[in-house]
Structure formats: structure tokens, C-alpha cells
């Protein structure tokens, strides 16, 4: 009895001074939940490949670029280049999409950070990639009709030989 006793004294400090991950973010609200919609419509979108509905989430002027660096300007380009991947390489892929943090520069500008999985992919001669998992940023203009993407980046995972490993 002695024996037990001793165990979970020691013990119970061990898990009382373990430290907890963050609180759980509840569901965004406000900007923030306008913003998180706005990504939700696009990845409908992307899963119907529907170029139009795609495209018309950036400004008129706004741009896309790829992970690889290629870059596209105005909503126009931006569903040129949607339409001929979605006819091609992303014809069968699926997209899930995660907005982890959205900051307002101003009222009417936002800075939106997330994650992305694309699914069912292919090269050009149509052999499957796997699974890409990324990151984008994106600045977002709020517009009469709602947040438009003014400017949005692709990034890969790249893994820095100088930095240190966790």
C-alpha cells in the first residue's frame, strides 16, 4: 500500500507540470469566418474544376503564383491557367484546404495563411504524383461583392540544410 502511495506521489507532480498545447480555436467569426468562406467556395470549386468560379475570387488585377514560381496577372490569366491544369494535370485531383491565420492590415486588407492538400494529380503523361502538401499566403481585398484574392503564393516544403532539426 506504502508502495502505491509513493508511485503516485511521484507521479502526480510529473503530470500536473506537463505542458498542455494550446487552447482549441473556436470557430472564426466576423472577417475572419468572411475569409475562411471565401477559401471554402474556392476549394468547391477547385473540387468541381470550375475555372469561372475559381477565377472569380481574385481582383481584377490579381495574381497567382505557383510553387515552381511561375506567375500569372489579372483574374483573365488566372482562369486561363485553371482551365488548362483542370483540363490536364488537376482533371481528377481534389483539394482540401486550411486557413490557420488570417491578420487585417486594414478593414479592407487581410493576409491569410494555411495549408493545402491537392489529391489525384497527374504529370503530363497522366501517371499520378501523389499527394503535394503545401503552404500559401495570400493578400485578400475586401470588394462590394466580398474578399477577392489579390495576390496568392504556392509554397512546397523545402527542408533547410542549415537550419536545425526539431
Same mark, same amino acid.
Given at each position: ?32 469566418? #468572411? ?47 485553371? +482551365?488548362? #491544369? ?13 486557413? #490557420?491565420?488570417?491578420?487585417?492590415? +486594414?478593414?479592407?486588407? !487581410?493576409?491569410?495563411?494555411? +495549408?493545402?492538400?491537392?489529391?489525384? !494529380? ?41 537550419? #536545425?532539426?526539431?
Amino acid at each position: 500500500m506504502i508502495r502505491i502511495l509513493l508511485i503516485v506521489l511521484l507521479l502526480a507532480p510529473s503530470s500536473l507540470l506537463a505542458q498542455r498545447g494550446p487552447e482549441p480555436k473556436g470557430e472564426p467569426t466576423g472577417v475572419e469566418a #468572411e475569409i475562411h468562406n471565401t477559401y471554402q467556395a474556392f476549394a468547391a470549386a477547385w473540387n468541381k474544376h470550375d475555372a469561372d468560379a475559381m477565377a472569380a475570387l481574385w481582383t481584377k488585377d490579381g495574381d497567382h503564383m505557383e510553387p515552381d514560381g511561375r506567375t500569372v496577372f489579372g483574374s483573365g490569366e488566372v482562369k486561363r491557367l485553371m +482551365t488548362y #491544369e483542370h483540363s490536364s494535370v488537376f482533371k481528377n485531383s481534389n483539394l482540401h484546404l486550411a486557413v #490557420e491565420h488570417v491578420r487585417l492590415a +486594414t478593414d479592407k486588407v !487581410a493576409i491569410a495563411d494555411g +495549408t493545402y492538400e491537392l489529391f489525384g !494529380a497527374t504529370d503530363p503523361q497522366g501517371n499520378k504524383i501523389g499527394v503535394r502538401s503545401g503552404y500559401f499566403t495570400s493578400v485578400l481585398v475586401k470588394e462590394a461583392d466580398g474578399w477577392k484574392v489579390s495576390s496568392n503564393r504556392l509554397m512546397l516544403p523545402q527542408v533547410l540544410i542549415w537550419r #536545425e532539426r526539431d
